[in-house]
């Protein structure tokens, strides 16, 4: 077969595999009658964030009886019951939150599945929807919303609820956009943010970040050599730990774990582009939420961080 | 009972610009991502293989594009120099250290749904191709075979020579070739546009 044949018949199959794309709605507008022209895309985004905030509240239900302390999940495919534990409270107030559910941004196409965390009564549960807050700085996750257009700035819009009784708590996500603004499509994320009866501070945390670190380690094939750990805010830590250029602009409190591990590993079960190889290497840098210890970014690398640049750093584990 | 029964919390702290109105610029530009776009996504897919990564690529050719915009668009080819910066933006996310951070999809990964079993085999045929090409190779076959360029339109796209693209589109097709070499056995279509 000559290459002219062969071309045609690569054509023919590119073109059956990569059909045109149907759906695609890249610069979707969310319309709200103008009151004026300046305040025009400015309520688009608001109305669009209110209706995800109130479409959330209706979604906040819980299934029966799990107990224990609120802790984070992934997504679910459980669809919400409409009865459930959470009712608006008045109560409430920024920062009083026991649980914290935050919309938005970790991709683009966002993720349409429920999202469930364990409550117990008494909990408040804070949304948050934010749109725009990354300001396009999140390569690594490809996720970005051009903010010069959409231009919602650092627009957030919290919600509180309490948990009437112990169970899980569901929250689902909508579709969000602002006039001339690409589609931004929001994200739920569930996690623990603050606990007049949990402890944050160091001391009961070091037993479990180990854990992390050392569950990280074998969970690659590898046994950890050290693990150090540092206490610094999310922005700042991703700006040391991550390639030159990523930013968050988010400020809540983490902890970064870098765990040298004692021989190259070879991630072969984490997602990557077709075609890219596994991510392998010494070093596995986690970084996690300070309150609930999940885990919001990582990497794999054979050059290790400094640590220092983000605080006292702790050895929780030497070899 | 307050009658504020949900608490809400409006942080408003973007620059002016946030209130600034509609022009003809962001009107024009507009107009040309919804005409572009599905052609954009389709390009974005095929050098990703992934279609939600296709957006992505193509969301972020058009945010960097964007601040260019008065400049590009007097040029005459916004789409040109659309697909040029896919093509860019493509090859250096690939060759950047791979990090994963906060990734949620709705399902896992699922290509193939839609077709019968033959189709199934043909697309892993194509998608086990397309992962062995070096993001530059990838670039000139979907260049050439998807998007019917020709050899001159691809190089001008892909600021090299016609004839790195016609060495690139040989060793894409020898790996093709070497792959599967029953490829085009059952398959027949029009000639890509240009020649090689």
């Known amino acids: 077969m000559t290459d002219d044949d062969l071309g045609r018949a690569a054509a023919t199959a590119l073109k059956a595999r990569f059909p045109e794309p149907d759906g695609v709605d890249l610069l979707r507008s969310v319309r709200t009658e103008p009151r004026h022209p300046r305040q025009r895309t400015l309520l688009a985004a608001a109305a669009s964030v209110a209706a995800v905030v109130v479409v959330t509240a209706v979604a906040l239900a819980l299934s029966a009886g799990r107990s224990g302390h609120p802790v984070a999940s992934g997504p679910s495919r459980s669809s919400p019951p409409l009865n459930g534990p959470l009712q608006k409270t008045p109560a409430c107030r920024p920062g009083a939150a026991d649980s914290t559910v935050r919309l938005g941004g970790a991709h683009l196409l966002g993720n349409r599945v429920p999202v469930k965390a364990g409550v117990k009564s008494g909990d408040v549960v804070r949304v948050i929807v934010r749109l725009g807050s990354r300001r396009l700085t999140v390569p690594a996750t490809q996720s970005h919303a051009l903010h010069f257009i959409c231009s919602t700035g650092s627009q957030s819009i919290s919600a509180y609820f309490r948990a009437v009784r112990t169970g899980s708590a569901t929250v689902t996500t909508r579709t969000a956009g602002c006039d001339r603004c690409m589609q931004v499509q929001l994200v739920a994320h569930i996690a623990v943010v603050g606990n007049n009866n949990a402890c944050c501070g160091l001391a009961s945390s070091n037993g479990q970040l180990l854990k992390i670190g050392l569950t990280a380690a074998r969970a690659h094939g590898a046994e950890a050599e050290t693990i150090d750990a540092v206490r610094s805010t999310h922005a700042h830590a991703v700006h040391v730990i991550m390639d030159a250029g990523i930013s968050v602009s988010r400020d809540e409190p983490v902890w970064v774990l870098q765990i040298k591990t004692t021989h190259e590993f070879v991630c072969t079960s984490c997602s990557r582009p077709p075609g890219a190889n596994a991510p392998k290497g010494h070093y596995i840098q986690l970084v996690l939420d300070a309150s609930s210890l999940q885990s919001t970014d990582n990497g794999f690398t054979n050059q290790a961080a400094d640590l220092t640049k983000l605080g006292h750093v702790i050895t929780l584990f030497s070899r | ?196």
Request: charged share 25%; proline share 5%; aromatic share 8%.
């Open chain 2, 1 to 196: 009972v307050p009658s504020c029964v949900q608490y809400e919390e409006a942080t408003r702290s973007g620059p002016e610009a946030v209130l600034t109105g509609v022009t003809a610029t962001e009107d024009a530009f507009a107009a040309f991502v919804r005409h572009r776009q599905v052609e954009l996504v389709r390009l974005g897919w095929a050098l990703t293989g992934d279609r939600q990564l296709g957006e992505d690529l193509a969301q972020t050719a058009l945010q960097r594009l964007w601040p260019r915009w008065d400049h590009v668009s007097a040029s005459g080819e916004p789409y040109a120099y659309a697909q040029r910066i896919m093509v860019n933006l493509w090859s250096s996310w690939r060759g950047r250290r791979w990090r994963q951070m906060e990734r949620v999809v709705e399902t896992p990964p699922d290509r193939h749904a839609e077709g019968d079993a033959d189709r199934l085999d043909a697309n892993d045929e194509v998608d086990r191709w397309l992962a062995t090409l070096p993001s530059r190779q990838r670039a000139v076959i979907t260049l050439r075979f998807l998007l019917d360029m020709s050899v001159d339109e691809t190089a001008e796209r892909l600021g090299c020579s016609a004839g790195t693209v016609k060495s690139q589109t040989a060793k894409a097709l020898g790996h093709l070739r070497a792959l599967a070499p029953s490829f085009a056995a059952d398959r027949t279509g029009p000639h890509p546009g240009g020649t090689t």
